[in-house]
């Protein structure tokens, strides 16, 4: 890259967790004003989530380039397909154009966008980076159940599900709310963790949040029971005192 060449600025939005309405002002101004938009899709399809959410605000005339993530648990595969697309959105980068990756929720939280992030800041450290938070689901889904996530002094954990509820059972101290995100595959054993933690009793699984086909179970065991849908968390709370 030449040396005075002036480079594009990449954008990381974060589209929220369903409803177009909680994309942030800042994300919709900078959407209707990049040169290209970039979203992350299965190495199966084109389709993107992200884009559908936030399609209203990009102008029909702004290009927007799908880059195919595999969705495999093989590592250097995975690594591969960062590296890959991040050489990719740095070729555009370099030619001066302004860019938004888009991803779910919010840009820093279980986020394919944090990995393009770190590669491109290896891989082109020269390049400007400015990235726009997004609402998370379970900040969405504890607005709809009104339900606080937090209160007073106490601690709110916050982790995957994918691999069911070790991550809660190797806590040593308990804190008084839990979110399990991406808790589709493995909610039998999240059930157990919660009950042999004292936390299934105040605990409520939701699954498409704001979305028409959102459902709400009151006893996550339920969830066992239905089809995996990958929009799924859980939010458990410690039984409040008397």
Same mark, same amino acid.
């Given at each position: 890259?030449?040396?005075?060449? =002036? /480079? ?17 002002? =800042?994300?919709? =101004?900078?959407?209707? #004003?990049?040169?290209?938009? &970039? ?8 389709? *993107?989530?992200?884009? %559908? ?12 380039? &799908? ?12 690594? =591969? ?11 555009? $980068? !370099? ?8 991803? $779910? ?5 279980? *986020? ?6 770190? %590669?491109?800041? !290896? ?6 980076? !400015? ?5 998370? #689901? ?7 159940? %009104? ?8 601690? $709110? ?39 042999? /933690?004292?936390? $299934? ?42």
């Amino acid at each position: 890259m030449e040396k005075d060449k =002036k /480079t594009g600025t990449l954008f990381g939005i974060g589209t929220g967790p369903g409803d177009p309405d909680l994309i942030p002002i =800042k994300s919709a =101004k900078i959407l209707s #004003s990049v040169d290209i938009i &970039f979203a992350a899709s299965s190495s199966k399809n084109d389709y *993107s989530m992200a884009v %559908n959410i936030a399609s209203e605000h990009i102008p029909e005339s702004t290009p927007v380039k &799908f880059l195919p993530f595999p969705m495999t648990t093989e590592k250097e595969e995975t690594r =591969k397909a960062w590296r890959e697309n991040s050489r990719i959105i740095i070729e555009y $980068l !370099e030619q001066g154009k302004n860019a938004a990756f888009l991803t $779910l929720g919010d840009t820093m939280t279980y *986020s394919t966008y944090g990995y393009i992030v770190r %590669n491109i800041s !290896e891989m082109a450290p020269d390049i400007a980076i !400015e990235t726009i938070p997004g609402i998370t #689901s379970y900040q969405a889904a504890a607005a709809r159940l %009104n339900t606080p996530l937090v209160e007073g002094e106490e601690a $709110l954990l916050i982790t995957s599900g994918v691999t069911g509820g070790d991550r809660l059972r190797g806590n040593s101290v308990l804190p008084e709310n839990v979110v399990f995100l991406k808790a589709y595959r493995n909610v039998a054993d999240i059930s157990l963790a919660l009950d042999e /933690t004292g936390l $299934l009793e105040n605990s409520v699984g939701i699954s498409n949040c704001g979305k028409k086909d959102e459902q709400i179970y009151t006893d996550v065991r339920d969830l066992a029971k239905k089809p995996p849908g990958y929009w799924t968390l859980i939010i458990a709370k410690k039984k409040p005192q008397v």
